[in-house]
């Protein structure tokens, strides 16, 4: 299967840490975090990666797989991103799509890709331990996400009217099925670029749920970490250095 990993964007709220490197390649106890995925990536043998830069593109040549560039990356978004690979969803091949700026071990993948489902989202059921790291109130943050018995998600990325529709938070991973791929990029032309530049992908995916496309859940408890900002890094950091992993929620073995 093909993966393709978004990278870019400027990654503005983490300062003068994306001043001359872009957010993916931002190090988190002096590992880039793109090469995190890596791992997992080479861990089960998946080496068709792609990645879609922008912001300072030329940092990612040292990296020996397909690059695709958003040029208009200041006045876009990850949708926007995502279809400047459209190749890939003509190559008849399962598609992964990973945000750069979040790290994950390998059961998450491997669930994600096993997880049956025209599209799949994963999904962290137990998100609001890592929010409650993050941030004063997760309530602000965290968006919906509700599904029903079968996994079927029936929502997902709009602002909380309850705490009972955060039943689980999507994370920046996806999978979509060989054979769904052409009706995705269907549903992208008929909303038209002025519609979908500056979209989210999250909104996107809400939209094919919409359509009535199926989008299922393939769902963990932690092992992930998205580092969005200054503070982020800087309390993962130092985490990482006092060795407390577990509250990070990933294993030492990852840091190593």
């Not at 399962?94 to 096993?114: C, M, Q, R, V």
């Not at 790291?133 to 029903?148: C, G, K, N, T, V």
């Not at 039943?167 to 269907?186: E, M, R």
């Not at 309390?235 to 294993?251: I, S």
């Amino acid at each position: 299967m093909n993966i393709v990993i978004l990278a870019a964007g400027t990654g503005s709220r983490l300062l003068h840490h994306t001043q001359n490197t872009p957010k993916a390649l931002v190090k988190l106890a002096g590992t880039p975090l793109l090469d995190y995925q890596l791992r997992v990536f080479k861990q089960l043998g998946l080496s068709k990666i792609n990645i879609v830069s922008g912001y300072l593109e030329q940092e990612f040549e040292p990296y020996s797989f397909r690059r695709f560039v958003n040029e208009d990356f200041q006045q876009s978004n990850m949708l926007y991103s995502l279809m400047k690979a459209k190749i890939l969803f003509t190559e008849g091949e399962d598609l992964i799509i990973s945000y750069g700026d979040i790290i994950y071990e390998a059961h998450i993948l491997s669930a994600l890709i096993k997880q049956t489902g025209d599209i799949v989202v994963s999904a962290d059921k137990n998100w609001q331990l890592l929010w409650d790291l993050r941030m004063e109130d997760p309530m602000q943050d965290a968006e919906s996400f509700i599904y029903d018995d079968n996994n079927n998600i029936l929502e997902l990325g709009k602002p909380l009217t309850s705490a009972a529709d955060a039943q689980a938070q999507y994370i920046g991973l996806i999978k979509i099925s060989a054979k769904c791929l052409p009706k995705v990029v269907q549903a992208y032309d008929s909303l038209g670029l002025l519609n979908t530049k500056n979209m989210y992908l999250t909104d996107f995916i809400q939209h094919l749920i919409d359509i009535k496309m199926e989008v299922k859940a393939s769902f963990h408890q932690r092992g992930w970490l998205e580092v969005d900002t200054v503070e982020d890094l800087s309390r993962f950091e130092a985490l990482v250095k006092n060795h407390q992993y577990k509250v990070l929620g990933l294993r030492a073995e990852y840091f190593q």
